[in-house]
């Protein structure tokens, strides 16, 4: 099934500010190479088939790459970001009003979350991060919006600030994850939940291997990931392995700059 997806072109990324602690201004990061890059994630996608449309980067927002976060999209519903740091909160309204105007039913949120960085959604539940960005509160909105059952689960290792830092969605169905970016009794739920999940080492986590997007059968990840990918090759995926160091300057991999639309526009 192909997939729609949204992103930006990185063409005013920088890495100026710090929010996590992958960030570090001094040493900066290059535009042209997280171009390029970004232009080989966009080629891997229209490759498998999916569709990529496109929203226009704003100058002075150099983390707009980082499409997840603009919204999360279910059923064609569109709940909004509400961005915790003000160097990323004009964010939310220009994701909001790009998806306006195109005919979607856009809800405003109330509560501070970062989209897609932490909502993650498999065929019956809405997986939902907290503890770092996203208020809890944000959770229940989005589930009275979407009409989606969401689990809380919370964050607490800073380098894995985001849900989407620390689990995927291999499927409709299952994930894979990195225990220990989580608290403990959210340990359990995911064990619970997911008995057969896909486990990750500190290594793999540590490149991002887990920002990954997954379409069922090929799974796009950091080519750095190296265990994780072996892994994922036995259950039966295909590894799309992509180059996305000088995103990662920034705190993002492939899932980060990959906003699903999920609906029937
Ligand atoms: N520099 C960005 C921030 O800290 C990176 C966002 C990464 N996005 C994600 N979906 N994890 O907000």
């Not at 770092?132 to 689960?153: M, W």
């Not at 620390?166 to 990195?178: E, T």
């Amino acid at each position: 099934m192909p997939k729609h997806f949204l992103m930006c072109r990185p063409e005013f990324f920088a890495v100026e500010y710090s929010i996590n602690p992958w960030m570090r201004p001094e040493a900066g990061a290059s535009r042209d190479v997280a171009v390029l890059q970004w232009e080989g994630l966009k080629a891997a996608y229209e490759e498998l088939g999916h569709r990529v449309s496109l929203i226009d980067p704003i100058d002075g927002l150099p983390d707009m790459v980082f499409a997840a976060n603009g919204a999360l999209v279910v059923d064609g519903r569109v709940y909004g970001a509400r961005f915790a740091y003000p160097q990323r909160g004009p964010e939310g309204p220009a994701y909001l009003r790009w998806f306006a105007a195109r005919g979607y039913p856009v809800h405003e949120p109330r509560h501070v979350n970062e989209g897609e960085g932490d909502f993650l959604a498999l065929d019956e539940v809405v997986l939902a991060g907290t503890g770092f960005r996203t208020d809890v509160r944000a959770h229940q909105e989005s589930q009275e919006v979407l009409g989606r059952p969401v689990i809380s689960l919370t964050l607490v290792d800073p380098r894995f600030y985001h849900l989407d830092t620390a689990l995927f969605p291999l499927d409709g169905r299952n994930v894979a994850y990195y225990p220990q970016a989580f608290s403990l009794g959210s340990q359990e739920v995911l064990r619970r939940m997911f008995p057969d999940a896909v486990l990750a080492t500190a290594e793999d986590a540590e490149v991002l291997g887990l920002n990954a997007v997954s379409d069922g059968t090929h799974v796009v990840m950091n080519a750095e990931a190296s265990t994780l990918q072996l892994e994922i090759k036995r259950r039966g995926y295909e590894v799309i392995p992509v180059d996305l160091s000088e995103l990662r300057k920034a705190g993002g991999g492939p899932k980060c700059c990959t906003l699903e639309i999920r609906g029937n526009k």
